[in-house]
């Protein structure tokens, strides 16, 4: 009789296996590098730039597709195989940490060949937490691009071209395992979808009937170009647009108490000497990563803005709070508010990317000028495509 799985979901998706370290961290790292045909051992995953009032004019100029932004933690799928040559898989994220996935019944199997499985092959993606009708939550991988196939490196190509190789080589016959073997799925870590596009026009689509549809978080769009090779680091082809007050920075916090004399009755209960006073709300002071290492790595940047009340929620989480990275946006009166903890991220935001941020907070890019912007959008798509044509008939 056969061993009955009994592996399931992952049940975070922050930590969604075994954290490689030491010598493995090395080696798995310089083995995506030699796939990727690079020197550099870091994060080789492309990042976009942030939507500004100038990448209107070049949604004109080329062809760049549309999807949403999802509301999860961005990872790189690692396929690979052991020393024992079994099938095994790595996530790795943004920190270019690799986790193990320990799940055994995750599998892709080979076009014409249910029992072989992909090596060599790196996917780009978000997992997320989908919401289900039941009310339960199940992890989802989400693939929006392809880096190497099977060996293969698909990076110069363009972006529809890669993820047609993705579909055809991959996602299809994945897909076709769970309608030939249904009860699979449920001993599955995680789900693997391709995450769906529109061409850059599709706006109104998207904002009615997209986004309103999503089982996930959503933190805005993206558009990639389709023309451009997937570039490792950041990639002024890729446009991350967000709501202009969703529009964030990543800081380094840190924090600054009090030193205060005692007052009375502290002196009538024998403290005499000046104190820190950690109750009171801290200067919060406010740092970007300037790339550099030693005592030049930040740059001040500005002070936090932060109330009482939300002094005595950030005192009762009980964590270290000192030299985290904080998730800010500027409110109204432009005061820079912490939204969130990151600690999913090792560093604050470079200067450039805070430069970046800055010019699409200053110069806003509201929904409805993304809805104005479509039609003419539309007319130079099928302008390109018409003198495309014209050419290859010529020819």
Not at 8 to 26: C, E, H, M, N, R
Not at 159 to 186: M, V
Not at 282 to 301: I, Q
């Amino acid at each position: 009789m056969e061993p009955q799985p009994t592996e399931g979901p992952i049940t975070s998706i922050s930590s969604p296996g075994i954290k490689a370290d030491g010598q493995v961290l090395y080696t798995m790292r310089k083995e995506v590098a030699d796939l990727l045909g690079r020197h550099q051992t870091g994060f080789p995953g492309a990042q976009p730039v942030s939507f500004a009032r100038q990448h209107l004019d070049e949604l004109n100029k080329q062809d760049y597709y549309l999807c949403e932004k999802s509301d999860g933690i961005r990872y790189l799928l690692y396929s690979t195989e052991d020393d024992g040559g079994r099938e095994t898989h790595y996530l790795i994220d943004r920190k270019n940490d690799y986790w193990f996935i320990t799940n055994k019944f995750l599998h892709f199997p080979l076009e014409n060949d249910q029992g072989a499985f992909h090596t060599a092959t790196l996917v780009d993606g978000e997992l997320v937490w989908d919401s289900l009708p039941n009310g339960k939550k199940e992890p989802r991988f989400l693939v929006f691009d392809c880096l190497v196939m099977d060996g293969n490196k698909l990076m110069d190509r363009t972006l529809d071209k890669r993820l047609a190789y993705f579909k055809e080589r991959l996602y299809t016959p994945y897909k076709k395992l769970f309608k030939d073997y249904p009860t699979e799925r449920q001993f599955q870590p995680f789900h693997v979808e391709m995450k769906p596009f529109q061409l850059a026009y599709g706006i109104e689509m998207m904002f009615k009937q997209v986004l309103p549809g999503l089982h996930h978080g959503n933190d805005g769009l993206i558009f990639t170009c389709r023309n451009t090779p997937y570039r490792h680091g950041t990639d002024p082809y890729i446009l991350k647009w967000k709501p202009p007050e969703e529009n964030t920075i990543d800081f380094r916090l840190k924090l600054s108490f009090p030193t205060v004399e005692p007052d009375e009755h502290e002196r009538k209960e024998g403290i005499t000497e000046p104190f820190v006073d950690y109750d009171s709300v801290p200067k919060s002071d406010l740092y970007v990563y300037r790339g550099d290492s030693g005592p030049n790595k930040y740059e001040w940047f500005s002070e936090a803005y932060i109330t009482e009340e939300e002094w005595e929620i950030m005192k009762g989480l009980n964590d270290p709070l000192n030299d985290r990275i904080v998730e800010c946006n500027l409110d109204e009166q432009r005061r820079w508010r912490i939204m969130r903890f990151r600690d999913d991220k090792n560093e604050a935001n470079h200067t450039s990317t805070v430069s970046s941020v800055l010019e699409s907070i200053n110069d806003r890019v509201s929904e409805k000028d993304l809805y104005r912007a479509a039609s003419t959008i539309r007319d130079h798509w099928k302008s390109r495509q018409a003198s495309a044509e014209q050419v290859k008939r010529g020819k």
